[in-house]
């Protein structure tokens, strides 16, 4: 049927896409010509609106607006790419019904991001390889350019941040981004 076969092209299509920004980004990083733009971020704005983008899913994504956030300096455009790559991440090797939940902290000079999920987590010894380029854990299915996690350190090293992977002791992975940013509460924005 008509429609069956139109949403079948624009799932390839979207992933097609995916994974063509995905090289694009892949590549910029390689040569150097990644100079992040700094600018004050909403951090609760860019969360909300890369869960928007996967509302689609069988997952259930669990984020509560933090009004206590102030404004990082960083880029919003690599910060989304992140967050958004480790939501789709998540949503790729994962079972229907795993709740993924994101967070997001001002800890000292960093911004602090996790996206943690109640999936099967990962193999000890996979944890090291899967910010590699290309790398895919065995025995997952295909579709995946296998980019999208060393484009989430990538991103993050470029604006001097670091991003860590472990495995939750109640089940699931968690995945810590810290991009030391500077803030501004907007309170203080209106008394200068």
């Known amino acids: 049927n008509h ?54 899913s069988n997952q259930r994504f669990i984020f509560q607006n933090n009004n206590n956030l102030p404004l990082f300096k960083l880029d919003s455009g690599l910060t989304a ?21 994101v967070d997001v902290k001002h800890e000292v000079e960093n911004c602090v991001i996790t996206v943690s999920d109640n999936g099967n987590g990962f193999p000890i010894e996979e944890i090291a390889l899967v910010f590699d ?14 980019l999208g996690l060393s484009i989430v350190k990538g991103f993050a090293e470029a604006q001097n941040g670091m991003v860590k992977l472990e495995n939750n002791k109640s089940g699931g992975a968690i995945f810590t981004i810290e991009i030391p940013a500077e803030t501004s509460y907007l ?6």
């Open 3 to 56: 429609i069956e076969l139109l949403n079948e092209i624009e799932i390839a299509a979207n992933r097609l896409n995916r994974q063509v920004e995905n090289i694009l980004n892949m590549s910029r990083l390689e040569s150097g010509m990644l100079k992040p733009k700094m600018d004050w971020t909403d951090m609760n704005e860019l969360i909300n609106s890369a869960i928007q983008k996967l509302f689609s």
């Open 81 to 101: 790419e992140i967050i958004y790559n480790l939501l789709h991440n998540a949503v790729q090797y994962t079972a229907a019904n795993t709740s993924i939940e």
């Open 133 to 146: 380029k290309f790398y895919r854990l065995p025995h997952t299915k295909t579709g995946g350019s296998g």
């Open 187 to 192: 309170n203080s924005l209106k008394n200068e």
